[in-house]
Each structure stands twice: as structure tokens, then as C-alpha cells.
């Protein structure tokens, strides 16, 4: 595509996003249809749950419905804890801690392995379950989400016996009853980063996962049970923001972790404040990911879609902001153009699918507020992918803008959706100063073949996370968590085990 | 009017200053306490800083904190062992600014457990030089023992640094005035953090000699600022301000409580020392450098 042909779809773009524009118009070549390949096997799902409290389920009471985001069907009526149920869980817990934290540490780290094992073993199970109701594709669940869980816990099984090595001059000790509050983009994924280092270091927990995605973690409390983990040790109870509000300001817990967004964060760190409760905070971002001239560009741009459209951009580490050297700019805008058109978008279940449903309605809402914003505050559109939606379930074309200046609201605010913002520098030190003129800090990209300018880039990135040609990769061995807004704490890795213990 | 028992002569009761950007400012607001001397006589003044003071402080640490940061960790380490040098070199002159008012704090002191309560001022000024030493020795190592290579499932070099929080406020306790400011401060600055102290409020003499010291060493302007004032009054500003990066602070009760809130204005971390037995040996650890660096994981492929 030349320049000229880019400046015309530019200014062609700020059209209706439901209407037909001459963006939406492929590049030819690029699109192959493929057949339906759905996943066919079917999960058993009950109609209705209640909470798993001291090694039991409770009836379902004042139950609220959790939908498959693709299809707007309900998938089970979940109970919503109340500030009672909060508390019994939390003694639950309590009374557990003593047996759980005494246990030989070779003893609880094997609980730890079977967990692992059998996650592994219901794995399928597991993928399909969290893509209906998350929305997020097969492909995600099976290769991404699942895998990580199970290798979360057994990497974190083996740190039980070994904390020792792990706090050099120091001894540690566990911190007692935790409560676990996670989000809805990496359901079972979270869970094992909250459960599986708490767990190890000798800690009992009562974790809520998001309201909208439950299932895979009351699916986790099965195999708990199934492994025969002590009764208490993990509680999951389930409920919406007046259950978390209930964790955050009971009084039983001795440490409160949050995953979610940074406004949410902020409360708990209120709640906690009087009584001195520990806390780790996993919040917001808008993490900056940079692509200087002497990249590998083809790669580059492969990057930038895992950056910005995996898991639909519902990733608090999704490479939002994108800054591209100012020569390269049209090259990469033209490349990202023809790669975005490429993109299928549909029924999750579909093996081929590599950008699923939003997860919720009002997720939805927010995004295209945004996508809103980001036309009236003059930044052009660019809605090239011509996947047909469909009729029900949620859905957003992945897309991104250009033109977009700093001041802009989608170059400032999380947007937790498929659309990206480009921005353009001169040099490697405006860069700098551009990526993080951000409250947050959460993780950054930098694509570039010149290895001194990586480090030196890396070095002075306000980051947790610096992924350097390279982007979004996960492992239960490398901490993640962020500087500044982005909060504090870090999960995985050896540093990832200090949130869990006290140490003498 | 108090006299030198020794001559005639009439005793020169200086007014301390603020220390901040490696100069020595008045509180704009204007304001002193008066520092009695054991017997209730006027020792000294002392400047009480205020709202805007501390914002100053801020700006400079600010300023100061990257290219404090980005010195070599062997020179930051230098710069803290020249500390503690200069320290040696007025141990008279400190465990006089202790002593001299050292009678009336031992009274509320009681009531605290964490009083140092048989600690004498020699003693003190002992302590506290051999802590800044032995975090002098952790400025190039802190990040050996809490960094590390990560052994990821998949072709990535994937490795752990710590990096500088950036700016923190440190609050002494009241006492021990001298040992319980350096073992606050200490672990801060060794990993390239630039503060804000803020000297304990019943004796702030030994933290105003101190930045005396700091002003003729090697330590860069703005790395340390130190104020010295009614905690009362700048606990709401320190939990409050928006570029203070996290708190080291002595402190209970409900200041304790305001601190840990500022955590809900900036995601502040908060570190409060309550009950601590200066001497002891747990003020010495890299576990007290952790809680004022960012762990940061840095991926790059290792396959061509």
C-alpha cells in the first residue's frame, strides 16, 4: 500500500463503525476461508451453584445468572456471598491455617502436585468451560490459560519445601488467612497466581473469582476436593462487588490481594488501611510498546497484534499504546493494517478464532465509549477487519487508531479492549519520556535488533514486565506486577513468594 | 538568659535550617520550635516546616533521584561508607546534640517499646555509623540476592533486577533520634531512592547535624532532604502528596493508619516500623531494601 492509498483510507475512516467504509475492504491475498471447526465436547455444567465453605458446598441462595458473553445464553445461576457467608468462610479458613501451616512442608507440597495433576488432566474440560463463559477463543484456553494453571501450581508445589532458600538471612513464616479478590479476563489463570504461592507457603484462602466468570473456579474447588485438600484450607465463594467489598473490610483477614482495575484497587487499599492488613495490588495499564527503525519489522508487527488483540485486549499488560519511530511509521500503520484484516473474529469455540467475544455487556459499553471518544477527540479510526459478527453475544471488531495525540483519552485510559493507539517519536529518548509519562507502570515493549539499545531502553522503562522482541509471554518462574499505579507485589517467580510470608 | 558554666560568656543559640536540594532554606511558613536543653533552657531553634516546605523537598528529591539511580551501585556505595567517615569524624559533636536534650525524651520513652532505653549517646553514634557501613556494603549486592535468572518453559533469556522505587519520605521515630533515622534511611538511598526525612520531633538535633554533614560530602544535592517539624502536621501531606513513591516511616496509632491510606491516593508503599529495637540486628538485611525497589523481569528470545 503507498503512501497516497494510506492517506485516502486515513481520512475515509472516521465513518460509522457499523457502516461499510473503504477500510473495511481487504487487501487482497490475505484472507483464506476456513470451515467451521468448533470444538464439540460437551461439559457437564450445574444448573445452579452455592459456595465451597470448609470443604462443602453451600445451598445456592440469592443467585445471579452467569451467560456465555457469544451467545448471551445463561450458562448456571451463582450465589452471591453475603457479609455471613464472607464470615464463615473466612473462620473456615482460620481454622485451618494451624493444621495447613504445621503440615510437613514435603506433605503440603504434594497436595500442591495433584492439584497440578489433575488440572492437567481435566484440561480440556477446563479450556472449554472458560471459553463459554469468558468469551475468550479455544485456541486462548486450550494453548494459554490451561497449560499455565497447571504448570503454575506444580512450580509453586515444589517452593514448599525450599522457602528457606528463598528468603536468604531471613526466616519465613506464613501470614495466615488470605482473601483473594480476581478478574474476569484470565479466570482460572488468576486463581492458581493467588492460590498456588499462598498455598505453598503454608498460607489458607478464601478467594471470590469475578462475577461474570465463575464456573472454572468453582470447577478448581471440585478438584480441590477431589485431591483431598484439608477442608478450609481453600474457600471459593462467589458473588459481585458487594462480596468484595465484604472481603475487603472483614477484619479476619490477615492479607487481601486484588487483581483488577486500579479505581477498585484504591478502595481496598482504604479498607485495609485502619487495621494495617497486608496487601498486594495487581491494577491497571496502559503499557507503552515501542518499535524503533532498526526492528525486525514483519516481526514487529506480529507483536504488536499479540500485544494489543489477545484475549481481546482484556489484558491489564496489553501493549495499548503503541509508539512507532516517525520513518516507519506509514510502513508499520500499513503492515498492522493488512495483519488486522487477517484476524477472525467470532464463535469462540471455533478452533480457528483468534479474537472471541467481550466478556460482558458492560465491558462492551466501555469500550465503545472509548472507540467513541477516540473518533470525537479527532484521532482516525481504523476499522479494516471485515469478520461478520455475530447477531447475538458481544462483540468489537478489533481495530486502532492513528493521529492519536498524548492529551488523547484513549492514549491516557485503560480501555481493556481491541483498540490500540499509535503514536510516533523521533527519538529513542522522547520515546523514554513518552512511555512513561503514565501513572501506571505495568509492562512495556521494545522491538529493536540492537542490543545495547535494549538494555539501555529497558533500564530506563518504568516497567514490571519489559518484553524486548518479543511480547505478552507468561511463565510461573517470571514475576509479573507493576511500578507506580500499576500497583505492588509481585506474582510468580521466587519474588512472588514474599507477598505470602512474614518474614523474621 | 543561660550562660556557659565554664566562662562568662553568653552562649550562641543557633537556629537550624531546613536541609533541602543540598541547601540550607527557612521554612517559608516562617515558623520555629524552640529546643530545650535538659535543664528546660534554650538550646536551639529549629525550623517547622510546613505544607509547602515539604513540597520543595519533594521537587528535589524528584530531581535528584535518576541520575542518583543511575550512578554505579560501587560508587553509591562509596559515597554511604563517606558517610559514615564524616560521621566518625563528629561522634563528639553528634552525641552532644543527643545528650543535650536527651534527659526529657527518656520519660515518654518509657512507654514505648522501642525506646533503646539503655542506650547511651556514644553508643548510639556507634550504631549508627556501623549501620550506614554495613549498608554502604549492600549498595552492589542488594541486587544479587533479590534479582535472579528465571527458568522459563521456553526459548527466552528471562532474568529479575530490582530497580529503585524512587521517591520515598522516611519519618524518624522520636527516639532513638540519630540511630533510628540512619537505620530508615540507610536501606532507602543504598538502592538509589532519593527522600525526604523527616527528623524525629523531640530531638531533631542530631538529623540537622546530620544534613550538615551531607551537605559537605560526596552525596548529590536533593538525594537526601531533611525537615524537621510536628509529624502531626505533615503525615496527612506526606500520605497525600502524589509523587511521593512510598513511606518508610516510624509511626502507630492513627498516623499509622493516614500513612497506609496515602496508599489509596498514588498506590504509596508503606512501610511503618512500629516496636523496633534499633540495635538489633533485624534493622540489617536486604529485606530492608526490598520494600523500596521494583522488581522488574526482563524477556527477550534466545533462539534465532
Known amino acids: 500500500m503507498t503512501d497516497t492509498q494510506l492517506a485516502h483510507t486515513n481520512g475515509s475512516t472516521t465513518l460509522d463503525r457499523n457502516g461499510s467504509t473503504a477500510d473495511h475492504i481487504a487487501p487482497p491475498g490475505v484472507r483464506w476461508n476456513y470451515a467451521a471447526a468448533p470444538e464439540t465436547v460437551k461439559v457437564t455444567i450445574e444448573p445452579r451453584y452455592g459456595h465451597y465453605i470448609n470443604g462443602d458446598w453451600t445451598k445456592p441462595n440469592s443467585t445471579f445468572t452467569t451467560e456465555n458473553p457469544a451467545t448471551q445464553k445463561p450458562l448456571s445461576e451463582i450465589s452471591n456471598a453475603s457479609a455471613a457467608q464472607v464470615d464463615t468462610a473466612v473462620k473456615a479458613a482460620r481454622a485451618a491455617l494451624g493444621p495447613w501451616s504445621k503440615l510437613p512442608a514435603k506433605e503440603r507440597a504434594k497436595y500442591i502436585f495433584r492439584i497440578a495433576r489433575r488440572i492437567q488432566e481435566r484440561s480440556r474440560e477446563l479450556a472449554i468451560l472458560e471459553t463459554m463463559d469468558s468469551g475468550k477463543p479455544i485456541k486462548e484456553s486450550r494453548d494459554v490459560d490451561i497449560p499455565l494453571v497447571a504448570q503454575h501450581f506444580f512450580y509453586h508445589a515444589g517452593w514448599a519445601d525450599k522457602l528457606a532458600y528463598a528468603f536468604p538471612g531471613a526466616t519465613p513464616s506464613p501470614i495466615g488467612v488470605c482473601g483473594q479478590i480476581i478478574p474476569w479476563n484470565f479466570p482460572l489463570l488468576m486463581a492458581a497466581w493467588k492460590l498456588a504461592p499462598a498455598l505453598a507457603c503454608g498460607n489458607t484462602c478464601v478467594l471470590k473469582p469475578a462475577e461474570t466468570t465463575p464456573l472454572t473456579a468453582l470447577r478448581l474447588a471440585e478438584i480441590c476436593h477431589e485431591v483431598g485438600l484439608p477442608k478450609g484450607v481453600v474457600n471459593i465463594i462467589t458473588g459481585d462487588g458487594r462480596t468484595g467489598a465484604a472481603m475487603a473490610s472483614h477484619p479476619g483477614f490477615d492479607k487481601l490481594a486484588f487483581t483488577g482495575s486500579t479505581e477498585v484497587g484504591k478502595k481496598i487499599a482504604l479498607a485495609a488501611a485502619s487495621r494495617g492488613t497486608k496487601l498486594t495490588l495487581e491494577l491497571g495499564g496502559k503499557s507503552p510498546h515501542i518499535i524503533f527503525d532498526d526492528a525486525s519489522i514483519d516481526q514487529a508487527v506480529e507483536g504488536i497484534i499479540q500485544g494489543i488483540y489477545f484475549n481481546q485486549g482484556e489484558v491489564c499488560c496489553a501493549g495499548s499504546r503503541l509508539f512507532v519511530q516517525e520513518n516507519i511509521l506509514d510502513q508499520v500503520v500499513a503492515k498492522l493494517k493488512i495483519r488486522l484484516a487477517s484476524l477472525r473474529v467470532g464463535d469462540p469455540m471455533d478452533k480457528n478464532t483468534d479474537v472471541g467475544a467481550v466478556n460482558s455487556k458492560a465491558q462492551l459499553d466501555q469500550i465503545n465509549r472509548y472507540i467513541a471518544l477516540g473518533q470525537s477527540e479527532g484521532a482516525q479510526i481504523h476499522d479494516v477487519n471485515p469478520s461478520t459478527l455475530p447477531s447475538s453475544g458481544y462483540w468489537c471488531r478489533p481495530c486502532f487508531f492513528t493521529g492519536v495525540q498524548p492529551s488523547h483519552t484513549i492514549a491516557r485510559e485503560e480501555i481493556f479492549g481491541p483498540v490500540l493507539s499509535i503514536l510516533s517519536f523521533r527519538t529513542p529518548e522522547e520515546a523514554i519520556s513518552r512511555a512513561n509519562n503514565t501513572p501506571y507502570g505495568l509492562a512495556a515493549g521494545i522491538w529493536t535488533d540492537k542490543g545495547s539499545k535494549i538494555f539501555e531502553i529497558a533500564r530506563k522503562l518504568k516497567a514490571g514486565v519489559v518484553w524486548c522482541n518479543t511480547y505478552n509471554k507468561f511463565d510461573p518462574s517470571s514475576p509479573f506486577g507493576g511500578f507506580k499505579e500499576s500497583g505492588f507485589g509481585r506474582e510468580g517467580g521466587v519474588q512472588g513468594l514474599r507477598a505470602y510470608v512474614n518474614l523474621h | ?304
Open chain 2, 1 to 304: 538568659m543561660p550562660t556557659n558554666t565554664t566562662t562568662d560568656r553568653l552562649d550562641i543559640l543557633k537556629t537550624y535550617k531546613l536541609f533541602i536540594d543540598g541547601k540550607f532554606p527557612r521554612s517559608e511558613s516562617g515558623r520555629t520550635t524552640t529546643i530545650l536543653n535538659s535543664k528546660g533552657q534554650p538550646l536551639a531553634y529549629t525550623s517547622r516546616a510546613s505544607r509547602k516546605d515539604l513540597r520543595e523537598a519533594v521537587e528535589s528529591a524528584r530531581r535528584a533521584q535518576a541520575t542518583w539511580a543511575s550512578s554505579t551501585a560501587y560508587l553509591r556505595a562509596q559515597i554511604i561508607y563517606r558517610i559514615a567517615e564524616m560521621l566518625e569524624g563528629r561522634r563528639a559533636e553528634l552525641i552532644e546534640s543527643i545528650h543535650s536534650v536527651a534527659a526529657p525524651i527518656a520519660k515518654s520513652a518509657k512507654k514505648s517499646k522501642s525506646s533503646g532505653k539503655s542506650l547511651t549517646p556514644a553508643a548510639e553514634v556507634a550504631f549508627s555509623i556501623d549501620r550506614l557501613v554495613h549498608y554502604a556494603g549492600w549498595a552492589d549486592k542488594f541486587s544479587q540476592v533479590l534479582g535472579c535468572n528465571n527458568p522459563v518453559a521456553g526459548p527466552h533469556y528471562n532474568f529479575t533486577v530490582p530497580e529503585p522505587t524512587g521517591v520515598v519520605a522516611v519519618i524518624a521515630p522520636d527516639q532513638p533520634p540519630l540511630l533510628g533515622l540512619v537505620s530508615l534511611l540507610a536501606p532507602v538511598i543504598c538502592s538509589g531512592n532519593a527522600t525526604v526525612l523527616i527528623s524525629s520531633q523531640t530531638n531533631p538535633l542530631p538529623a540537622v547535624l546530620l544534613g550538615e554533614i551531607l551537605a559537605t560530602s560526596d552525596v548529590p544535592a536533593g538525594v537526601v532532604n531533611i525537615l524537621t517539624g510536628d509529624h502531626a502536621e505533615l503525615i496527612p501531606f506526606i500520605a497525600g502528596h502524589r509523587d511521593i513513591d512510598a513511606v518508610h516511616g516510624a509511626a502507630s496509632g492513627d498516623s499509622a493508619t493516614t500513612l497506609r491510606a496515602g496508599s489509596a491516593e498514588n498506590i504509596k508503599r508503606v512501610v511503618i516500623r512500629d516496636s523496633i529495637e534499633y540495635t538489633s540486628s533485624e534493622c540489617e538485611s536486604a529485606w530492608w531494601i526490598e520494600p523500596f525497589v521494583e522488581m522488574k523481569t526482563i524477556w527477550h528470545p534466545a533462539s534465532a
